[in-house]
């Protein structure tokens, strides 16, 4: 199947910086949407950047001008740069993709979520 493991996460205080990345292994065969989301307990998943295979990219308004969200296609991997970055950021983040692989070579896409990593913001 397909795996994203996601890495980057940590404390940091307010005003400073942390990059995400997340890689996905497995029986790839494409990839097209890479996104990142994030979730506070009891709160919806909520999305905060996505990027699709041609580099088009979508932010959340919350988020806009503070972080930045790029692909590497042939490593299979979305970052997530995040600046000036502030006590509400504090959330778990996870990298989802809408990944295709092959089913008895016919191209099968499906949506996969990483494990979350922690980002906390300190004030």
């Known amino acids: 199947q397909v795996q994203l493991v996601e890495s980057g996460g940590g404390l940091v205080q307010a005003g400073g910086s942390l990059k995400l990345s997340c890689a996905a292994s497995?029986?790839?065969?494409?990839?097209?949407?890479m996104g990142w989301y994030r979730q506070a307990p009891g709160k919806r998943r909520e999305l905060v950047a996505t990027?699709?295979?041609?580099?088009?990219?979508n932010y959340a308004n919350s988020v806009k001008g503070r972080f930045t969200i790029s692909r590497d296609n042939a490593k299979n991997t979305v970052y997530l740069q995040m600046n000036s970055l502030k006590p509400e950021d504090t959330d778990v983040y996870y990298c989802?993709?809408?990944?295709?692989?092959?089913?008895?070579?016919?191209?099968?896409?499906?949506?996969?979520w990483g494990q979350g990593t922690q980002v906390t913001v300190s004030s």
């Open positions: 989802n993709a809408a990944v295709s692989i092959l089913v008895l070579g016919t191209a099968t896409q499906a949506d996969y």
């Open positions: 497995g029986n790839v065969f494409a990839i097209n949407a």
């Open positions: 990027v699709t295979s041609g580099g088009s990219t």
